[in-house]
């Protein structure tokens, strides 16, 4: 059986005035005529989307939702009614979010954190801005591993992000030497995990890899403006980053590293190119 809300592949079975009939053996939906391919044949497979119609009918379509079932996602309130809030899905059909599944009120223009989950008694997909309940714990984590991060929302701290969209961690701002905003799937390193089972996370890698990325990044840098950039160890934390986007400890190891290369000289107003003679 198909599953509804999530990508299926399925078979084409016959072709009528309205579309495609799919079906995977045991039960048929139609891909009306808008959605389907150019030079498709009967026995051809499809991976298509599969949701519910207004009237509560399965249908599919090759067009891509924003999110499918049991995933979060970042979306636009379209529209607000005495029932709830409808978001922007990426299909014909918005998604629906319940007033009982509002953390605070939604208004027409918002862009907000939501998970696509399926209501247990209507068998519909609906979405919920209360998402912390469908988290998941940390156990599986460790320290310096890659994750992929969906920046949730800013705090006193820092910013919350989802993780590998299932748990959650938080991005202290003396973490942060990039502008980032709620909605935006970053890639990650975990930093801690604690006994409590939090997680501290990072933007960018410790150790050799993250000196190498900063010594491509300033070689760059440099090279874009004429082999030279004021910078040096008397420029403020936020000078530096706010022409490089990185740290100032960062930026110290990616001049000592390309120093040592032989790829830069230093002096007392800034860096710049080595110049190679012969």
Known sequence: MFEIGKYNELK????TEIGLYLGDGQDNVLLPNRYMPPDVAIGDMLEVFVYLDNEDRPVATTLKPYATLDEFAFLKV?????????????????????????????????????????DE????????????????????????????????ERTDLGFRAIINNTM??????????????????????????????????????????????????LLKHLKDNAGYLPLGDKSSSEEIYRQLRMSKKAFKKAVGGLFKDRLITISDTGIKLATREG
């Open 78 to 118: 379209k529209e607000v009614n005495q029932f709830g809030a409808f978001l922007d899905w990426g299909v014909s059909k918005d998604l629906f979010v319940p007033y009982a599944e509002q953390r605070t009120p939604l208004e027409r223009g918002d862009e907000v954190i939501v998970y696509v989950f399926k």
């Open 12 to 15: 084409v079975f016959s072709k």
């Open 168 to 217: 959650e961690g938080i991005l202290f701002h003396n973490e942060i030497f990039e502008d980032i905003r709620p909605g935006e799937i970053k890639r990650g390193y975990v930093k801690n995990v604690r006994p409590d089972g939090k997680v501290d996370l990072r933007l960018q890698q410790t150790g050799y890899k993250h000196i190498e990325e900063s010594k491509f990044v």
């Open 121 to 152: 008694f209507s068998g519909r997909i609906a979405a919920t801005t209360k998402w912390n309940k469908f988290l998941e714990d940390t156990s599986d984590l460790k320290v310096e591993q890659e994750v992929q991060l969906l920046i949730a």
